[in-house]
């Protein structure tokens, strides 16, 4: 194994001189904390255990005790875990999650989902000298279920290390997983139990991408659809792990920092762990997947002592479009090429009601309407409750069998966000795109991300209908709007995208490599012509051809397409192309991170909450809600609850659709 941390040993290392140093900085009055974390942040796991052992030869005292009593807070406990050999600091992590009342499911699905075989086999022992006690027995004493099985299974440390892969296997187990799960009503856990417990890392590898071609979906999304809780969660960790260990501890650092509140836990836990296994690689798979690189999340989210030995673990900045290492070029690469491979089953959270009856719907609204106050609950649960076309036919009732207009009459009955909402969701699709595109423009400023958001996300049949109900409410071409409220090369590209023009239809592979190496080429010339040719290849390719141009870019310059965007580009140029990206890499996934930046914070976006709420709810809002949950590590719904109020909330949490 070839070891890519941050922290090596120390050169001229001298364990009695750094025992003395550390003694130093702890006598008499105060402490000193910079000699400290200098000394213990530049030695390594094994110099640490030498220098702890001669401290105690000199001294005659703990060196973990001292620490203990010298330091407070996060900053202690970080560097008293940093003195901690690898195995017994994990048995502490493990016993720390299972003592008490409640259980720390994440720190044992991060830590069992992980760790190979010897690294569990040394924990477990670990844990038995600190604790007296068996960790089987204790994790089995603390949780239940299939969540339980899953564990006690990697808890034995019997994971296929081979690396022999039988084919005949690969394609057997891809088929067994797909029974289990996709082809059957109810799902055979026993099955995923027995195959993503058990078998070798590159053999599951293998499985996953036969397990694609099988279900057109990825095992993820397989995991996603068939399990919950705990057990999905631990089952979609130890998928991640399988791919791409450094990916899924860089997605775990993201989440531990990211909103309100830090989890310190987990953040000490993994920048210990990893700082001497994997960390250049967890920070380059870091800065792949986010705006920034790990160094500045901790510069950005930390304090103090805390964050200087943070920092000193993770070893430097990266420069955001810098090249990649070799490794993290491949998992660009395959990450791209999973996205290519990947067909996405789109699912809405609002379908046609059964048993519909127009002519009564129309009825019940007007009485709802109808006298001194409004029923509000009554109109939220049909409205919320119907299929666009639906409603639609709802519309036509009311005006046939009352003589009224029902928008009108909605209008003069309801207010503020409800009113917004509920007419929305009233108004067809084209209506109502058409209706955000003018909101987005008039007034004083534009909103250039409502813009970019529609443009990027409507097919070329939906900008079509879009373009003619524009013209039809407005008087004047969406086109000539555009033109009138932006300039320049935005300008240029929302003109570009509002044409509906394209293309459809697979990729074509030869031409992905010329389009690959024509952006790649662009990268060199200045922002002018780099833009006009970015624009030219990404507002007019298809979906999957660009999936497929986006990898081969991995290929010709060992950069992202994302990160040369975002370096290279500014303002809303750069917004505009970075959604087109996001969009092609993984649409649900895009617009959950709009519905969340629409949330999170002071106040709330409640004109774009509306607008995805609303658009999506037919098309893909449960695929987005699933991406949120996986991101943001709270459900979409509970956002929802905990941002918005009355009756537009409750509106709002019925498009939902539901708690993940």
């Known amino acids: 194994m070839v070891f890519r941390g941050t922290i090596t040993d120390a050169p001229d290392f001298d364990a009695a001189a750094d025992a003395e140093t550390l003694y130093n900085a702890m006598k008499g009055f105060g402490s000193d904390k910079e000699a400290i974390l200098d000394l213990v942040t530049s030695r390594s796991n094994a110099q640490r255990q030498e220098i702890t052992a001669a401290y105690k030869s000199s001294f005659g005292q703990d060196l973990i005790e001292d620490l203990k009593y010298e330091l407070t807070g996060k900053f202690e406990r970080l560097i008293v875990s940093l003195m901690r050999t690898p195995a017994y600091h994990d048995a502490k992590e493990i016993n720390d999650a299972v003592k008490g009342t409640g259980t720390d499911e994440r720190c044992l699905i991060e830590v069992l989902a992980s760790r190979n ?52 296997l690969v394609e057997q187990d891809a088929q067994d997983l797909y029974a289990a799960g996709e082809e059957q009503w109810g799902t055979d856990e026993a099955k995923f139990i027995m195959i993503l417990g058990s078998r070798s890392v590159t053999h599951l590898r293998m499985v996953f991408d036969e397990f694609e071609k099988i ?136 379908r046609p009601a059964s048993s519909f009856d127009p002519a009564a719907d129309a009825q019940a609204l007007r009485k709802a309407m109808k006298g001194f106050g409004t029923d509000e609950d009554a109109i939220i649960d049909i409205v919320a409750q119907r299929s666009n076309a639906q409603r639609q036919e709802i519309r036509q009732a009311f005006k046939s069998l009352l ?62 209908a879009m373009n003619a109900a524009y013209q039809d409410a407005y008087k004047k071409s969406l086109e000539d709007a555009i033109h009138s409220e932006t300039s320049g090369h935005f300008c240029r590209i929302l003109v570009s995208l509002v ?20 952006l790649a080429d662009a990268c060199n010339a200045d922002s002018d012509d780099m833009e006009m040719k970015f624009m030219s290849i990404l507002c007019t390719r298809s979906f999957p051809h660009l999936r497929k141009v986006f990898q081969e870019f991995v290929r010709c310059s060992n950069k992202d397409i994302e990160q040369i965007i975002k370096k290279e580009m500014s303002g809303d140029v750069k917004q505009a192309f970075y959604a087109i990206v996001r969009s092609v890499k993984n649409q649900p996934s895009y617009f959950a991170d709009r519905l969340y930046k629409a949330m999170k914070g002071l106040g709330t976006d409640d004109r774009a909450l509306i607008r995805i709420m609303v658009s999506r709810s037919e098309v893909d809002l449960f695929n987005i809600r699933k991406e949120f949950k996986e991101t943001h590590d709270v459900s979409l719904h509970e ?20 708690e993940d």
């Not at 909330?649 to 659709?657: A, M, P, S, Y």
């Open 499 to 518: 044409q509906g023009a394209r293309e459809e239809g697979p990729a074509d592979m030869e031409r992905a490599n010329a389009d690959a190496q024509e």
């Open 215 to 350: 279900a057109e979906m990825t095992i993820e999304d397989s995991i996603k659809r068939e399990l919950s809780g705990d057990f999905e969660r631990l089952m979609l960790a130890v998928v991640h792990s399988i791919r791409c260990v450094p990916m899924f501890f860089a997605k775990r650092l993201y989440k531990s920092m990211k909103g309100l509140g830090t989890a310190d836990n987990t953040l000490i836990r993994i920048m210990i762990s990893r700082s001497q296994i994997d960390m250049l690689d967890i920070r380059e798979c870091f800065r792949l997947a986010y705006e920034k690189s790990l160094y500045n999340m901790i510069q950005d989210d930390t304090s103090g002592d805390y964050k200087r030995t943070l920092l000193k673990l993770c070893g430097g900045d990266d420069d955001l479009a810098g090249e990649f290492f070799p490794e993290a070029a491949q998992i660009a690469y395959k990450m791209w090429e999973q996205s290519s491979m990947t067909k996405v089953q789109l699912r809405p959270t609002i």
């Open 117 to 168: 075989n010897t690294q569990i086999h040394d924990m477990v022992a670990a844990y038995k000298d600190s604790y007296g006690r068996d960790m089987e027995e204790d994790v089995i004493a603390d949780t239940s279920g299939h969540f339980k099985k899953m564990l006690v299974v990697l808890l034995q440390g019997t994971r296929d290390e081979s690396g022999v892969v039988d084919a005949d």
């Open 639 to 658: 956002f929802i609850q905990g941002d918005t109020s009355g009756d537009y909330r409750k509106t709002l949490l019925l498009l939902c659709g539901g």
């Open 403 to 464: 003589g009224r207009d029902l928008m009108k009459d909605l209008k003069s009955e309801l207010s503020k966000n409800l009113e917004r909402l509920i007419i929305g969701l009233m108004l067809t699709p084209a209506e109502f795109n058409a209706k955000m595109m003018r909101k987005a423009m008039e007034g004083a400023g534009t909103d250039e991300h409502a813009l970019i958001e529609i443009l990027v996300s409507r097919s070329n049949e939906e900008i079509h």
